[in-house]
């Protein structure tokens, strides 16, 4: 039994060193390209947000939340808004930002190296006034000449945006007192009377917007030609403020508002990750995707609503979904395949190749073990030839000692080890020791010589 485990289908040692090479090249081949080709998405990025308990930084919260389940760690800068998001990238201090439509011309982000990911949700205009008694009600922008308004902070989109919406109404921003707090230090300044007005550009459920909405002796401005500041000014939309939408029982605000409203969007470096883009509109779609007072379920997040060029990636989001591998596995996973699929299509197109060449790398190995030994018996030949040219009482000697040599040689071929599918040559290789052992014995003149008897 211990002589027979010897032999075997094939060889496992052999099969390893035959083909191991050429798996340890491969190996290599992956690790590079894993490691070159397409690097790996960073697992630490940069938001720009805006100022504190603003809409963007509530939402900057939350894109922090979800992407720390894909172990990507987000940093929240703060901002003013727009305008200092924009700087920020353009320096390279944030990866990826919210800004306003609007904030830019249509040509500055692609010389910039910026692209968006798409818009996020409305922000309309918000012109909060205080009522005056005995005053007229303020129905027209020319009305606010003279009058003391906060435009925005500095660094946010909204002080751009007021002048825009002054212009195309035939209004200089010198014409009024201007003042440019932060959006608290104004509202404060609004409800102690000493200014008469100030603009939001923000999404509804900022918490200044809902205290001022239900303020009594705080007026909202109505917009009542928003559709045509739509046609001057592209990058807004019309929405309405619909009435009791704030408080339904006390019937706030007690009808329709027409509001202008420019959209919120994600902007990025261009050279922002693939994957990381990916990820972000994916987190999008979760955070923005659902219905509020100003869009429908399934609106936002879209490629719609921005002046800046949207990324391929988040382009190809919005037109076929999440990527396919992403649907059905985690982030990290997808990825991965994802990147070395060019790598997976080169192997497989080497495996034909690869496939024939190990088989004979093998055999031959195997065969080799064989056929050193057929160049131990041709140097007894060559010994058995040169013998006729020595003096006759000197032939005896040398074909004994040839004799011995090649019962060394059968020792130790019936001790090799050789996978069955060898089997005829070995025996082949047997019984050609044989005929040369027959040969000696010939020369020799006596009987014929057993070999060696395993045992």
């Excluded at 209004?171 to 200014?195: F, K, M, S």
């Excluded at 005829?424 to 005929?435: A, I, Q």
Aim: hydrophobic letters at 45%.
């Amino acid at each position: 039994m211990t002589r027979l485990k010897k032999f075997t289908s094939f060889s496992l040692r052999d099969l390893v060193a035959s083909a191991g090479p050429t798996i340890l090249g491969i190996a290599v081949v992956c690790i590079v390209a894993y490691l070159v080709v397409d690097p790996a998405p960073p697992r630490h990025v940069v938001l720009g947000t805006g100022q504190e308990n603003s809409a963007y930084d509530v939402f900057g919260k939350r894109y922090q939340e979800l992407l720390k389940k894909e172990r990507i760690a987000v940093a929240l800068q703060g901002s003013h808004g727009s305008r200092d998001n924009l700087k920020l990238l353009k320096e390279g201090k944030v990866d990826i930002a919210f800004m306003q439509s609007g904030t830019t011309d249509e040509a500055a982000p692609e010389r910039e190296g910026l692209v968006s990911l798409g818009s996020l949700f409305t922000e309309p205009v918000w012109l909060f006034l205080r009522a005056k008694e005995g005053a007229p009600a303020i129905t027209q922008l020319t009305q606010l000449r003279g009058l003391k308004i906060n435009i925005g902070a500095r660094g946010s989109g909204t002080p751009r945006l007021v002048r825009q919406i002054l212009e195309v109404n035939g209004v200089d921003r010198a014409e009024l007192q201007t003042t440019q707090l932060d959006n608290t230090p104004a509202t404060v300044e609004l409800l102690e009377g000493r200014i008469d007005g100030l603009v939001f550009a923000a999404a509804p459920d900022d918490p200044l917007i809902q205290m001022l909405l239900q303020t009594p002796g705080i007026v909202l401005f109505d917009f009542a030609q928003a559709e045509a500041y739509t046609r001057r000014l592209p990058f807004l939309t019309h929405v309405t403020l619909p009435r009791g939408i704030v408080d339904l029982g006390r019937d706030l605000p007690a009808r329709d508002y027409h509001l202008i409203a420019p959209t919120a969007t994600l902007v990025a470096r261009d050279d922002l990750h693939p994957a990381l883009v990916e990820l972000f509109v994916q987190a999008a779609a979760k955070i923005h995707g659902g219905a509020g007072w100003f869009q429908q379920q399934g609106q936002f997040p879209s490629a719609k609503y921005t002046e800046i060029r949207v990324a391929d990636e988040a382009a190809k989001y919005y037109k076929d979904g999440a990527p396919f591998l992403q649907r059905y596995m985690s982030f990290w996973l997808a990825n991965f395949l994802d990147r070395m699929w060019v790598l997976l299509l080169a192997l497989s197109a080497l495996i034909l190749p690869l496939s024939k060449i190990v088989p004979p790398l093998y055999v031959w190995r195997v065969r080799s073990r064989i056929y050193r030994w057929y160049g131990q018996l041709r140097t007894v030949e060559g010994a058995i030839e040169e013998a006729v040219e020595v003096p006759p009482e000197e032939r005896g000697a040398i074909y004994a000692a040839q004799l011995e040599r090649l019962n060394e040689i059968e020792d130790r071929v019936n001790h090799l080890s050789i996978p069955l599918s060898f089997a005829d040559d070995l025996y082949g290789l047997r019984s050609h020791v044989h005929f040369v052992r027959q040969r000696i014995v010939e020369l020799m003149g006596g009987a014929v010589i057993a070999g060696p008897v395993d045992t």
